[in-house]
């Protein structure tokens, strides 16, 4: 549901209902934010190094640059604690992330090494496809999948 000031409403004048819609925070806002931030794509050791160089700046006598490498030391401290306690498997910018949606990906194209024995078809080319259970088991590229004496497909192991 959206609420009276939501840009989504109408279409006329969108961009700018839009722009206004995220100043007044209307529902359809949520979605850009819905997941949280991972904090170890952004939180790294140059961080800490950042933070050392200062330490070896800093004027002790100072107070505003003392109070400023105390906040800091405070933010640094917040990050890795963050860190240490983050799940990286439910992020979804982790490279191990990438890597087994791209197998997953694969093998779904692949029907996960599955003859393909129901498809939609075609029975005239104007009409809608329809699901029906195919007569002989075929692969992806629809070529014919080898079947044992019986007749039943032969799955790879």
Known sequence: RYTRNCPWRKRKGLR????????????????????????????GQNDVDKLAEFEEKVDK?????????????????????????????????TPEFREAQRIFTDNFKK????????????????????????DKPVDVDGNPWPLDAQGKPILKA
């Open 16 to 43: 700018r209902r839009r722009e206004r819609g995220r100043e007044r925070g209307c529902v359809a806002r949520g979605r850009e934010t819905m997941a949280g931030k991972f904090v170890g794509n952004n939180f």
């Open 61 to 93: 006598n100072d107070k505003e640059q003392m109070s400023l490498l105390e906040e800091m030391r405070r933010h640094v401290k917040k990050l890795e604690d963050l860190r240490k306690h983050e799940d990286p498997r439910l992020s979804f910018s």
């Open 111 to 134: 029907n996960f090494g599955k003859p393909v024995e129901w498809a939609f078809v075609k029975k005239h080319a104007w009409s809608k496809p329809q699901l029906v259970k195919l």
